[in-house]
């Protein structure tokens, strides 16, 4: 079985690598460096209409036919999920209760702390972005609640065992600090996100790639102008030509 995955080490790919590690599946890795745009090439475009890693690949699908890729970090972990029968179990009640904090993460948690993250890393350039601040931060607060309400009588999101449900939250909240949140304020959460973060399996998957990051340390000004007019203020895109 060979799995390729289009990855770059931030927290929507860091699922993916963690649910991997936790399932023992083995798996490759594509470097798709999101700062230079590779997501953008044809290639990519053509498997990934949203142009956005992560994409996996699966060589070799249940059905025996030919390869197959996933876009959505979300769809990516029920397709390894369901593939492997880990980490999502499949009684009725129970599967839907992982299913429903999945798609919270990716409906609520993922978009509302990107914004946070992004309109923060705005405001440094000296526009007001107070109104923004203030909407994201407030949201990221309410969330870091949501998560704390929900295990303040549970092991983990979707009840006593840990799952993709766990995973999928987990890498956004790394950041918890640079998101200027409080542990403190979060007991419950706090108790989760320290037992996850201890599990082998996270750490290797936390640890993938981040020799890429290191290496774009040093970019000159030109290649960092051309990467912020590629990746702000994108528009749609036209459809190809035949």
């Not at 927290?11 to 991997?20: E, S």
């Not at 499949?90 to 992004?118: C, S």
């Not at 999101?157 to 999928?168: E, F, K, Q, V, W």
């Amino acid at each position: 079985m060979t799995l390729r995955l289009h990855y770059w080490p931030t927290p929507n790919g860091k699922k993916v690598t963690i649910f991997l590690e936790e399932a023992g599946l083995p798996y490759v890795i594509v470097p798709c460096n999101i700062g230079r745009g590779d997501q953008f090439e044809p290639a990519f475009a053509s498997l990934n209409p949203n142009t956005r890693m992560p994409l996996l690949i699966d060589e070799a699908p249940s059905d025996g036919g030919p390869a197959i890729s996933i876009f959505e970090s979300g769809a990516i972990l029920f397709y390894l999920a369901e593939k492997s029968g880990q980490l999502w179990p499949q009684d009725v009640r129970q599967k839907y209760e992982v299913t429903q904090w999945v798609i919270w993460q990716m409906a609520n948690q993922g978009p509302k702390l990107g914004e946070f993250g992004h309109f923060k890393r705005a405001s440094a350039t000296g526009a007001d972005q107070s109104y923004a601040l203030r909407r994201f931060s407030d949201e990221t607060n309410r969330l870091y609640g949501v998560l704390n309400n929900r295990l303040y009588k549970r092991r983990y999101l979707a009840g006593d065992n840990y799952s993709i449900a766990d995973i999928a939250s987990y890498p956004w909240t790394v950041n918890w600090k640079g998101q200027d949140q409080d542990l403190e304020e979060f007991p419950y959460f706090k108790r989760w996100f320290e037992e996850v973060s201890e599990r082998p399996a996270v750490k290797r998957g936390l640890a993938v790639g981040q020799e890429y990051v290191a290496n774009e340390t040093n970019l000159t000004k030109e290649e960092t102008e051309r990467r912020t007019k590629l990746l702000y203020n994108q528009r749609a895109r036209p459809v190809p030509q035949q």
